[in-house]
């Protein structure tokens, strides 16, 4: 009798453990993510970014962290530098928005990469991007490798950016494309002569 009972119980390591009951995207990011400071101490003509998320947004507007999938800031913070460079072809970076301040939810890492100004992380520790005075005349762009953020949800691998490839293609070509011409925005500075 005991061999038989033995048979019919599966062994412990046998047993599947129980299936998650995982919440749909929205339901999961259902809030608002508040800006670092309260928006009377942003520089005048400064946004606040991350421009709290709209109750309803998808990971298809969306940049998140790679490891967790927090969302870090909406789509619309965000627009594609292209430029030609130097030696004949095309570089394009995907930037925070330059008259936007960093969202809250860019942590500001302790360590901070060779030749930036700052480095970012999620609040999982996992860095995604860098803000150096790389841009127009110098000026900061907070960027993001392709493989370290993603965005509209979907992940990018790999060592090569893969942003020339992919930011005029759906449902990458809805975020704003800047030339050298653009940078600041498209309202041209009043009074600056280039």
């Not at 999961?28 to 709290?52: D, L, M, Q």
């Not at 928005?97 to 990469?113: G, S, Y």
């Not at 520790?125 to 900061?140: L, N, Q, S």
């Amino acid at each position: 009798m005991e061999s038989a009972s033995l048979g019919s119980t599966p062994p412990p390591w046998a047993k599947a453990p129980p299936p998650k009951k995982a919440k749909p995207y929205e339901a999961r990011y259902e809030y608002e993510i508040p800006s670092k400071k309260p928006p009377e101490t942003h520089p005048a003509g400064a946004t606040v970014c991350a421009s709290a998320l709209p109750r309803n947004a998808t990971e298809h507007s969306l940049m998140q962290c790679v490891v967790c999938e927090r969302p870090l800031c909406s789509t619309e913070d965000l627009a594609f530098f292209w430029r030609a460079n130097k030696q004949g072809g095309v570089e394009v970076h995907l930037m925070l928005k330059p008259e936007n301040q960093e969202p809250a939810t860019f942590i500001q890492a302790p360590i901070t990469d060779k030749n930036a100004m700052a480095s970012w992380q999620c609040t999982c520790g996992f860095k995604f991007g860098d803000t150096r005075a790389v841009a127009v005349r110098k000026a900061e762009m907070s960027a993001f490798k392709s493989s370290s953020i993603m965005l509209c949800g979907q992940r990018f691998t790999g060592r090569k950016s893969q942003w020339p490839s992919i930011y005029n293609r759906p449902p990458f070509n809805a975020i704003e494309v800047r030339t050298r011409d653009t940078f600041f925005g498209t309202t041209p500075a009043s009074g600056s002569a280039s």
